[in-house]
């Protein structure tokens, strides 16, 4: 079972990485809000343990291990805001850190149940997609807004 700091920072890496070639320490420090030493040393840690490929002067990516439980992660995050939300009554702008809280700790297979008993939602409460069991995730076209021309609607 994966820490709250080793999640944290696996999934930081995925999201950098989904728009660059390669996660650089100080971009990890500022999303996390943490020191450059800190993000070093835990680097070199997830480097050790194979979850993701650390560079000096690169950065980070994720290995296929670290890729897989980021993207575990963060369905299981997506799962639990979206059952605090329509099963449990919390506002949107509470799940986010009640869901933190649990990820780290709930099995695979109670958020499958979870997942079941939701109807298979698509999206979270943030408009987010959720990862199916097999790890897919519906990619959402999207434009900056700087993109779109005056007069245009977009949602």
Same mark, same amino acid.
């Given at each position: 079972?994966?820490?709250?700091?080793?999640?944290?920072?696996?999934?930081?890496?995925?999201?950098?990485?989904?728009?660059?070639?390669?996660?650089?320490?100080?971009?990890?420090?500022?999303?996390?809000?943490?020191?450059?030493?800190?993000?070093?040393?835990?680097?070199?840690?997830?480097?050790?343990?194979?979850?993701?490929?650390?560079?000096?002067?690169?950065?980070?990516?994720?290995? $296929?291990? @670290?890729?897989?439980?980021?993207?575990?992660?963060? +369905?299981?995050?997506?799962? =639990? /805001?979206?059952? *605090?939300?329509?099963?449990?009554?919390?506002?949107?702008?509470?799940?986010?850190? $009640?869901? @933190?809280?649990?990820?780290?700790?709930?099995?695979? +297979?109670?958020?499958?149940? =979870? /997942?079941?008993? *939701?109807?298979?939602?698509?999206?979270?409460?943030?408009?987010?997609?959720?990862?199916?069991?097999?790890?897919?995730?519906?990619?959402?076209?999207?434009?900056?807004?700087?993109?779109?021309?005056?007069?245009?609607?977009?949602?």
């Amino acid at each position: 079972m994966l820490s709250d700091t080793v999640g944290l920072y696996l999934i930081t890496v995925f999201r950098i990485t989904q728009d660059e070639p390669w996660a650089k320490t100080g971009r990890i420090a500022s999303a996390l809000d943490v020191g450059m030493s800190s993000v070093s040393e835990m680097l070199k840690q997830l480097d050790e343990a194979g979850y993701i490929v650390h560079r000096s002067r690169m950065g980070a990516q994720l290995t $296929e291990t @670290g890729h897989r439980l980021a993207l575990n992660r963060l +369905r299981k995050h997506r799962i =639990l /805001e979206t059952f *605090l939300v329509e099963l449990v009554g919390y506002s949107i702008d509470e799940v986010h850190d $009640e869901a @933190g809280c649990l990820e780290h700790a709930i099995s695979d +297979r109670l958020i499958d149940r =979870l /997942e079941k008993l *939701l109807g298979y939602p698509r999206f979270d409460p943030h408009g987010h997609p959720i990862l199916d069991s097999n790890g897919t995730m519906e990619r959402i076209p999207s434009h900056s807004l700087c993109q779109m021309t005056v007069g245009a609607t977009a949602t």
